[in-house]
């Protein structure tokens, strides 16, 4: 049945007390219907049926009373009649009890996040089986079904790494070679930059080195590029596409951001693997790329604005856009303008840095925490729009700067708008409002980016693993830093279960008993010891931390909500002391 897609399908009634199905079938040939299944001229069957189903008028019927349902089983390519008929013998039940524990299977196999909201939970699980139905063999194809039925650099990178962060570690080993081997003419430096930063974020979180020795000959090819490629004037690489959609050649901020911080972070990753001397050179390079990306920068930025204008065509090839989705390429700087906030090519926190995410939000980037765009009217019949998957680095970039109740607007703007209700089907973009009686325009459902986006906030709101001294290696673990306030609610709980880290795995639960005045955390810190580990609980308005005792080692509150928790190596129990103010 998997071999040949074979959909099965139950139909029953939704309201009233009768109605009637009609189901038709194109096949270009003359159908009949024979014990059960719909076959063609050839004798194969075309689609199975329950008993109960009439072939009239060239399509299956059938009358429904209340409390009574019917099936059908339609394989994607028709299948010999001699194939038994699935449907018999409580075939569709038997079917998706298979299917079910397939899926308990595999979400049992990734990490476990819980938290005490049950569509967090419900879409999560949702989101990691619909990117494993979205897998072509080991590519991480963008969508189904559609002309995005492919692979793309970037998003397909995003699912993967997602993945990654839910603990599917073998399964994206896998993903990872499709995506090194992709190419599309036009883009080469853009690829580069996101295939190296994949393999970096691989290995920081598994320390798999036989994997980087496997893939040596395909980096060594994006290395080479980024390393040979700046020959013009401004040290940057030739034009470039302004992105996949829009060919026009330009020096692009968002292709040299991305490459330089994929060398920086892949020197760091030579040196510890062997190859000192390499990691100099590309550090050196790294060092003196950023500069010339500064320099371009300097000229190109526009402070006659408020806040100031980054351009991702330099050298003045781009002017402000007031608002951002007031025309089509506005709207793709937008997208690109995300990516660009991600390599942090500014500097953690700097000016620069805060303009660009004051532009988004000042200047209509945004809508719900989500990113805005522009359809084109040739197929979109209204102008209000969101392409929710690439705001994941603004939100990200939120996280990091900690401002955790601007990065939540994002999260809930993506559960309550970004997705299908209940089913948690997402696209590249879906429209603002409902354009009639049947709801919301969605562009291309479904989309593994878009899931991965989701994904990836909520990983971040319970643990985080950052770099903080810009060195190219992670020093930084947070946690819990930014759950919304009733998830610590009296008797509630959040657990964090086998979660990679660039660190290791970690392992967290909270239980909030504010009414007994504690909250207790039960936490088992990774292998490898980061710099700083803080641990933070986000009590519900009114109630505060009075003291943090536990294990053998001092627990230390540096902010009214937050605990330093480096000295903790082993398991441990903390408590929280907690009171409600007058």
């Given at each position: 049945l998997a071999t040949n897609g074979v959909v099965l399908v139950?139909?029953?009634?939704?309201?009233?007390?009768?109605?009637?199905?009609?189901?038709?079938?194109?096949?270009?040939?003359?159908?009949?219907?024979?014990d059960g299944s719909l076959r063609d001229a050839e004798n194969r069957s075309v689609i199975w049926c329950d008993p109960a189903w009439k072939w009239t008028r060239q399509r299956l019927t059938i009358?429904?009373?209340?409390?009574?349902?019917?099936?059908?089983?339609?394989?994607?390519?028709?299948?010999?009649?001699?194939?038994?008929?699935p449907l018999r013998q409580g075939g569709y039940e038997r079917q998706r009890q298979l299917c079910v524990g397939e899926w308990q299977q595999l979400v049992q196999h990734g990490t476990r996040f819980e938290v005490p909201e049950a569509r967090v939970n419900d879409a999560a699980r949702a989101l990691v089986i619909g990117n494993f139905m979205l897998l072509?063999?080991?590519?991480?194809?963008?969508?189904?079904?559609?002309?995005?039925?492919?692979?793309?650099?970037?998003?397909?990178?995003?699912?993967?790494?997602?993945?990654?962060?839910?603990?599917?570690?073998?399964?994206?080993?896998?993903?990872?070679?499709?995506?090194?081997?992709?190419?599309?003419?036009?883009?080469e430096y853009h690829q580069a930059g996101h295939k190296l930063q994949l393999l970096v974020h691989y290995y920081r979180v598994t320390g798999d080195r036989a994997f980087l020795r496997e893939m040596q000959p395909r980096w060594e090819k994006e290395l080479a590029l980024i390393l040979n490629s700046r020959t013009n004037?401004?040290?940057?690489?030739?034009?470039?596409?302004?992105?996949?959609?829009?060919?026009?050649?330009?020096?692009?901020?968002?292709s040299n951001a991305k490459c330089w911080r994929a060398l920086r972070d892949f020197a760091a990753v030579l040196a510890e693997t062997g190859e000192p001397d390499r990691a100099r050179e590309c550090l050196a390079v790294a060092v003196e790329f950023r500069q010339r990306i500064l320099a371009a920068v300097d000229k190109s930025e526009r402070k006659d604005v408020a806040p100031a204008f980054m351009p991702i065509a330099l050298l003045g090839e781009e002017t402000p856009y007031a608002p951002i989705t007031s025309t089509k390429i506005g709207s793709y700087w937008n997208l690109?303008?995300?990516?660009?906030i991600g390599t942090e090519i500014f500097g953690l926190n700097s000016e620069r840095e805060t303009a660009l995410v004051n532009y988004l939000q000042q200047q209509g980037g945004l809508c719900l925490g989500m990113t805005r765009s522009r359809p084109s009217p040739s197929f979109w019949t209204g102008m209000d729009s969101v392409n929710p998957l690439y705001g994941l680095r603004y939100v990200l970039t939120l996280l990091r700067r900690d401002e955790p109740d601007r990065a939540l607007a994002s999260f809930y703007g993506m559960l309550a708008q970004g997705f299908t209700r209940d089913t948690f089907i997402t696209g590249e973009g879906s429209s603002l409002r409902s354009l009639?009686?049947?709801?919301?325009?969605?562009?291309?459902?479904?989309?593994?980016?878009?899931?991965?986006?989701?994904?990836?906030?909520?990983?971040?709101?319970?643990?985080?693993?950052?770099?903080?001294?810009?060195?190219?290696?992670?020093?930084?673990?947070?946690?819990?830093?930014?759950?919304?306030?009733?998830?610590?609610?009296?008797?509630?709980?959040?657990?964090?279960?086998?979660?990679?880290?660039?660190?290791?795995?970690?392992?967290?639960?909270?239980d909030s008993q504010l009414q007994a005045g504690?909250?207790?955390?039960?936490?088992?810190?990774?292998?490898?010891?980061?710099?700083?580990?803080?641990?933070?609980?986000?009590?519900?308005?009114?109630?505060?931390?009075?003291?943090?005792?536990?294990?053998?080692?001092?627990?230390?509150?540096?902010?009214?909500?937050?605990?330093?928790?480096?000295?903790?190596?082993?398991?441990?129990?903390?408590?929280?002391?907690?009171?409600?103010?007058?």
């Amino acid at each position: 049945l998997a071999t040949n897609g074979v959909v099965l399908v139950r139909f029953s009634l939704a309201a009233g007390m009768t109605g009637t199905i009609s189901a038709q079938v194109d096949t270009g040939s003359a159908l009949t219907l024979k014990d059960g299944s719909l076959r063609d001229a050839e004798n194969r069957s075309v689609i199975w049926c329950d008993p109960a189903w009439k072939w009239t008028r060239q399509r299956l019927t059938i009358t429904l009373q209340a409390g009574q349902s019917a099936t059908l089983a339609v394989p994607l390519q028709p299948m010999d009649a001699t194939f038994p008929h699935p449907l018999r013998q409580g075939g569709y039940e038997r079917q998706r009890q298979l299917c079910v524990g397939e899926w308990q299977q595999l979400v049992q196999h990734g990490t476990r996040f819980e938290v005490p909201e049950a569509r967090v939970n419900d879409a999560a699980r949702a989101l990691v089986i619909g990117n494993f139905m979205l897998l072509k063999g080991d590519r991480m194809h963008y969508s189904a079904g559609n002309q995005y039925d492919q692979l793309y650099e970037a998003e397909g990178s995003d699912a993967a790494r997602a993945m990654l962060l839910y603990g599917y570690t073998n399964e994206v080993r896998r993903m990872i070679v499709p995506l090194l081997d992709f190419t599309r003419k036009g883009l080469e430096y853009h690829q580069a930059g996101h295939k190296l930063q994949l393999l970096v974020h691989y290995y920081r979180v598994t320390g798999d080195r036989a994997f980087l020795r496997e893939m040596q000959p395909r980096w060594e090819k994006e290395l080479a590029l980024i390393l040979n490629s700046r020959t013009n004037e401004h040290g940057l690489f030739p034009r470039e596409r302004y992105c996949g959609d829009v060919p026009t050649p330009i020096y692009s901020l968002n292709s040299n951001a991305k490459c330089w911080r994929a060398l920086r972070d892949f020197a760091a990753v030579l040196a510890e693997t062997g190859e000192p001397d390499r990691a100099r050179e590309c550090l050196a390079v790294a060092v003196e790329f950023r500069q010339r990306i500064l320099a371009a920068v300097d000229k190109s930025e526009r402070k006659d604005v408020a806040p100031a204008f980054m351009p991702i065509a330099l050298l003045g090839e781009e002017t402000p856009y007031a608002p951002i989705t007031s025309t089509k390429i506005g709207s793709y700087w937008n997208l690109m303008a995300n990516y660009v906030i991600g390599t942090e090519i500014f500097g953690l926190n700097s000016e620069r840095e805060t303009a660009l995410v004051n532009y988004l939000q000042q200047q209509g980037g945004l809508c719900l925490g989500m990113t805005r765009s522009r359809p084109s009217p040739s197929f979109w019949t209204g102008m209000d729009s969101v392409n929710p998957l690439y705001g994941l680095r603004y939100v990200l970039t939120l996280l990091r700067r900690d401002e955790p109740d601007r990065a939540l607007a994002s999260f809930y703007g993506m559960l309550a708008q970004g997705f299908t209700r209940d089913t948690f089907i997402t696209g590249e973009g879906s429209s603002l409002r409902s354009l009639d009686e049947h709801g919301r325009l969605f562009y291309c459902p479904p989309n593994s980016a878009g899931n991965a986006h989701f994904m990836w906030m909520l990983r971040t709101l319970l643990v985080q693993d950052w770099d903080l001294n810009e060195d190219g290696r992670p020093d930084t673990l947070r946690l819990l830093f930014a759950t919304p306030r009733p998830w610590l609610e009296d008797g509630k709980r959040i657990t964090i279960e086998r979660a990679p880290t660039e660190f290791g795995e970690v392992s967290l639960t909270a239980d909030s008993q504010l009414q007994a005045g504690k909250v207790v955390v039960r936490f088992t810190p990774p292998p490898q010891a980061p710099a700083k580990t803080l641990l933070r609980l986000r009590l519900p308005a009114g109630w505060v931390i009075t003291q943090a005792t536990g294990g053998n080692k001092p627990v230390v509150l540096v902010s009214p909500d937050t605990a330093d928790v480096t000295a903790q190596r082993e398991p441990v129990t903390l408590e929280f002391s907690v009171k409600r103010q007058p």
